[in-house]
């Protein structure tokens, strides 16, 4: 199985600034690279699939790079409602696996 | 509106069994692959099972396989996970998933807690 590792765990950054939050596949995902933001109490949603595109009704300030092993998340001017846990997920071998999440806490 | 709803959670001894639902609206159910993932209290999350659209092929994670069986009902456009021998480390959150327009998971439902404790 392909293991997800996401970092950092935690990350503290002012509202207006930029964050950017790493995942590194333990093998070659290709693109098939999906960002999930989870605030609690609720379920996951989608923010970016194959790696690099935009959810269905997701701000333009959330922009996803990378490809095969390494991926990046970036938030170019956080909000107050972007401050949750993002986790990653390859989907390119069964069975899909995903990162252990990194918490966007607010300075 | 496209809409998952899970039910049947709740709260069951080791060794018991517990059977979830969940129920599709607002798109095809028949034509999408539909997955059960999990959240155990404070944790990540966790695929733990998959079916095709007709049923005919079947996915677990290592660790459910023997105890967990998943199934749908296209007519009904239902999706279920019977769970039993069930265990402590069994007890999460669980949420149906599919994707509709990716691969990924672009729908899920609310999710339903299962409590596995004595």
């Known amino acids: 199985e392909i293991v997800m590792t996401q970092s950092p765990a935690t990350l503290s950054v002012s509202p207006g600034e930029r964050a950017t939050l790493s995942c590194r596949a333990s093998?070659?995902?290709?693109?098939?690279l999906a960002w999930y933001q989870q605030k609690p109490g609720q379920a996951p949603r989608l923010l970016i699939y194959?790696?690099?595109t935009r959810a269905t009704g997701i701000p333009a300030r959330f922009s996803g790079s990378g490809s095969g092993t390494e991926f990046t998340l970036t938030i170019s001017s956080l909000q107050s409602e972007d401050f949750a846990v993002y986790y990653c997920?390859?989907?390119?071998?069964?069975?899909?696996?995903f990162g252990q999440g990194t918490k966007l806490e607010i300075k | 509106e496209v809409q998952l709803v899970e039910s049947g959670g709740g709260l069951v001894q080791p060794g018991g069994s517990l059977r979830l639902s969940c129920a599709a609206s607002?798109?095809?159910?028949?034509?999408?692959?539909m997955s059960w993932v999990r959240q155990a209290p404070g944790k990540g999350l966790e695929w733990v099972a998959n079916?095709?659209?007709?049923?005919?092929?079947?996915y677990y994670v290592d660790s459910v396989k023997g105890r967990f069986t998943i199934s749908r009902d296209n007519a009904k456009n239902s999706l279920y996970l019977q769970m039993n021998s069930l265990r402590a480390e069994d007890t999460a959150v669980y949420y149906c998933?599919?994707?509709?327009?990716?691969?990924?998971?672009?729908?899920w439902g609310q999710g339903t807690m299962v409590t596995v404790s004595s």
């Open positions: 998933a599919s994707g509709i327009t990716t691969a990924a998971f672009d729908i």
């Open positions: 607002g798109f095809t159910f028949s034509s999408y692959w």
């Open positions: 079916i095709k659209q007709d049923g005919s092929e079947k």
């Open positions: 093998q070659s995902v290709s693109s098939n």
């Open positions: 194959g790696a690099s």
């Open positions: 997920q390859q989907y390119n071998n069964w069975p899909v696996t």
